[in-house]
Nanobody, 123 residues
Framework: QVQLAESGGGLVQAGGSLRLSCAAS????????MGWFRQAPGKEREFVAA???????YYEDSVAGRFTISRDIGVNTVSLQMNSLKPEDTAVYYC?????????????????WGQGTQVTVSS
């Protein structure tokens, strides 16, 4: 059973930074894409960033230039460095992994999900 575990969320003032990490464990795990999604209260889950096994990265427009996704294949981890945080970045952030095909920004194409970590940005 593959498990994803996020860490690194918390409370930060606007303009500050946080780094989220996601560790994959259990079973025989092989992903071609790992991503981060977020869900704010009353809103649908939305794509934030994704990284392919090749290293190619993708970002949602509102976080491009502020967030950086990276991965360490050797230890099955993916991280999200978040800089210049804004109150509108407040949400529960989820790590996800995909072993099959699909669109990187579509949550339905991901096979495994973490439990989420809260990020709160105060103004």
């Amino acid at each position: 059973q593959v498990q994803l575990a996020e860490s690194g969320g918390g409370l930060v003032q606007a303009g500050g930074s946080l780094r989220l990490s996601c560790a994959a464990s259990g079973g025989s795990f092989s992903s071609n894409v790992m991503g981060w999604f977020r869900q704010a209260p009353g809103k649908e889950r939305e794509f934030v960033a994704a990284i392919r096994w090749s290293g190619s990265t993708y970002y949602e427009d509102s976080v491009a230039g502020r967030f950086t996704i990276s991965r360490d294949i050797g230890v099955n981890t993916v991280s999200l460095q978040m800089n210049s945080l804004k109150p509108e970045d407040t949400a529960v952030y989820y790590c996800a992994a995909r072993s099959g095909s699909g669109t990187y920004y579509d949550s339905r194409s991901y096979d495994y999900w973490g439990q989420g970590t809260q990020v709160t940005v105060s103004s």
